[in-house]
T-cell receptor, first 111, second 115 residues
């Protein structure tokens, strides 16, 4: 499985865009990039996923570089409720296709 | 919106006692996962089912942990005997299939404290 690297923590001002980077330089061609977030004491919440193209949904946008070695999750207008640990995961392409979590990025949205 | 249901939400048990967690996946989801999350760390996979069959249980401590999904729907994770180091959140998740495009959805988790 491809290993991902994320900064341990980031701050963002409320109302501004939060841009969370993720490096996955060893990702293989058929491994999807998934993003989840986890608010304290709750289960991980699915945000978005993508393979090659940029993706957008009601929660966020996912920008994947052309070489697929890195990606950025964008929360366009961060609110205090977006404070959470954000996990970037390169989903296994093996038979089990599991999610292997790393340490994630603690995003703190400041008032 | 359909959710993965887990119970109990919180459990305190004494060392050496047995404890069980129950999970009801989203209806129609064939793949079910149990993860364990120790405070301050990311979730770690314990066991994965496809319908009633185990796909991967390589990280399940089989001397004390067991998991079953007899009818391919709901699932139970059991620990016997519980040890202090088992204190963690136990997460259940499900997806429609093993396809990498099939989103995995998590429940709210079951917090276990072993005293």
């Amino acid at each position: 499985d491809a290993k991902t690297t994320q900064p341990p923590s980031m701050d963002c001002a409320e109302g501004r865009a939060a841009n969370l980077p993720c490096n996955h330089s060893t990702i293989s061609g058929n491994e999807y990039v998934y993003w989840y977030r986890q608010i304290h004491s709750q289960g991980p919440q699915y945000i978005i996923h993508g393979l090659k193209n940029n993706e957008t949904n009601e929660m966020a946008s996912l920008i994947i570089t052309e070489d697929r070695k890195s990606s950025t999750l964008i929360l366009p207008h961060a609110t205090l409720r977006d404070t959470a640990v954000y996990y970037c995961i390169a989903r296994s392409s093996g038979s089990a296709r599991q999610l292997t979590f790393g340490s994630g990025t603690q995003l703190t949205v400041l008032p | 919106e359909a959710e993965v249901a887990q119970s109990p939400r919180y459990k305190i048990t004494e060392k050496s006692q047995a404890v069980a967690f129950w999970c009801d996946p989203i209806s129609g989801h064939a793949t079910l996962y149990w993860y364990r999350q120790i405070l301050g760390q990311g979730p770690e996979l314990l066991v994965q089912f496809q319908d009633e069959s185990v796909v991967d249980d390589s990280q399940l401590p089989k001397d004390r942990f067991s998991a079953e999904r007899l009818k391919g729907v709901d699932s139970t994770l059991k620990i016997q005997p519980a040890e202090l180091g088992d204190s963690a959140m136990y997460l259940c998740a499900s997806s429609q299939s093993l396809d990498s495009r099939s989103t995995i959805y998590f429940g709210e988790g079951s917090w276990l404290t072993v005293v």
